[in-house]
């Protein structure tokens, strides 16, 4: 009996629709652990603060732990599998993310560089939130320095997911910023104080579980599939072209 051969983009179709049930499994497990913390925050049924988002240590926490340390599994497993080591560079930034999330490195180092900031603060912040966003753009600085470089040296798969996950990634970094700073400034009621901190941490969340399923997808197959492709379909040429992206993607 001769078997057909299945053409790659069908492959690729195929394999898409069965990782989204890897998708939704992660946001499901996402949308539980909200769930947990908005009963133990506003019930007496769970006695319990290792449930809550804003627990450091806490079961959401490891649970973003993982993913984290899953992302940087795979993208070493890219590094490996596409023979580069423009890779990397990404490595390092989802290893800092780890690293910051389990000891709280932004955190701490704001609040050393505290006493060196005497500027009146704007919107209401506290001068800790302050020193918080300079380390953080600080890091952030350095580690797109890196991103840069292999982004200019490496190929064009390599570019096309960078891309990709340049722009999932800042939307989570906005989104954490944006709800961190209305979490710590405005106080207008402990549930719009509440709905800001889910906000924050539940986006975080959700975002972490798009780009470990992006990541995962990429993983296995060598294609170089647009999973997001209006990301170049929308780029003005001009841009594309300083960005050295194919017209033809």
């Known amino acids: ?22 998708l939704m499994l992660l946001f499901l497990a996402d949308f539980v652990f909200i769930a947990l913390h908005s009963i133990e925050a506003l019930t007496s049924l769970i006695e319990n603060d290792l449930y809550s988002l ?55 180092l704001g609040r050393n560089i505290t006493e060196y900031l005497t500027f009146l603060q704007p919107l209401g912040l506290r001068i800790q939130d302050i020193g918080e966003l300079v380390i953080s753009s600080f890091a952030g600085i350095i580690l797109l320095f890196f991103i840069a470089f292999s982004y200019m040296h490496g190929n064009e798969r390599f570019r096309k997911i960078s891309r990709d996950m340049f722009v999932l990634l800042s939307v989570s970094a906005f989104m954490s910023i944006f709800f961190d700073i209305a979490h710590s400034s405005i106080h207008i009621g402990r549930i ?5 901190g889910v906000a924050e941490d539940g986006g975080e969340m959700f975002s972490a579980s798009l780009m470990l399923y992006y990541i995962f997808f990429q993983s296995l197959t060598n294609q170089n599939d647009d999973t997001f492709s209006f990301i170049d379909n929308f780029l003005p040429n001009t841009l594309k072209k300083s960005l050295k992206i194919p017209d033809n993607q």
């Open 1 to 22: 009996m001769i078997q057909k051969k299945i053409p790659p983009q069908y492959t690729i179709k195929i394999l898409k629709k069965r990782l989204l049930l890897f």
């Open 54 to 108: 804003y627990k450091d240590g806490g079961y959401s926490e490891i649970y973003q732990y993982i993913k984290w340390f899953w992302i940087i599994i795979l993208i070493s497993y890219l590094s490996i599998t596409n023979k580069s080591i423009h890779y990397g560079s990404w490595v390092l930034i989802f290893t800092y993310i780890l690293f910051d999330d389990a000891f709280e490195i932004h955190e701490n």
């Open 192 to 196: 719009t104080t509440g709905i800001f």
